[in-house]
C-alpha cells in the first residue's frame, strides 16, 4: 500500500508488492485447510461415498461427485465458497476476518457453480 506497482521493498528488496501478497495469501490458503468450518461444510454436504451436494449458484442445488475428468486429468469438483467474498486487495485485517469466517457463510460449490460466482465476484469488484 503507497508502494509504487513493480518497486521490490519486500524480502531483501527482492520482491514486489504483488509478489509479497501473493505469498501471505497462499500463506493463510494454508492455515484455511486447518480452519474446522472449511471441513464442517463438505462434512455435511455429504451424501454418500464420493458425491457431495452443491448449493448451486444460480441454480437448483444438486448432487456432484468430488472429482471429475477433465481433459483426460482427474481434478477437484468441491469447493468451499464464502458466500460474502473474502476479496484480496484490501487490508490484511479484513481478508483474514473474510477467510476465517464460520460455517454459516460457507457453502458447498462443485467446480462449474464455482467457475460462475468467481467470475460474477471478479466483474462485480471491477465497477
Ligand atoms: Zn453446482
Not at 513493480?6 to 480452519?35: C, D, H, M, P
Request: glycine share 8%; with cysteine; aromatic share 8%.
Amino acid at each position: 500500500m503507497g508502494t509504487a506497482r513493480g518497486v521490490k521493498t519486500r524480502n531483501n528488496k527482492q520482491w514486489t508488492e504483488a509478489r509479497y501478497r501473493g505469498f501471505i495469501r497462499s500463506a493463510l490458503r494454508g492455515a484455511w485447510q486447518r480452519w474446522g468450518p472449511n471441513h464442517e461444510v463438505k462434512k455435511t454436504a455429504r451424501v454418500e461415498r464420493g458425491k457431495y451436494r452443491c448449493a448451486g449458484y444460480n441454480r437448483r442445488s444438486h448432487v456432484v461427485t468430488a472429482s471429475i475428468t477433465v481433459e483426460g486429468k482427474r481434478k477437484n469438483n468441491i469447493f468451499t465458497d464464502h458466500i460474502v467474498p473474502v476479496g484480496g486487495d484490501g487490508d490484511w485485517n479484513e481478508i483474514i476476518e473474510n477467510l476465517f469466517c464460520e460455517v454459516d457463510n460457507l457453502q458447498l460449490l462443485c467446480k462449474s457453480c464455482h467457475d460462475v460466482k468467481t467470475k460474477d465476484e471478479r466483474h462485480d469488484s471491477r465497477r
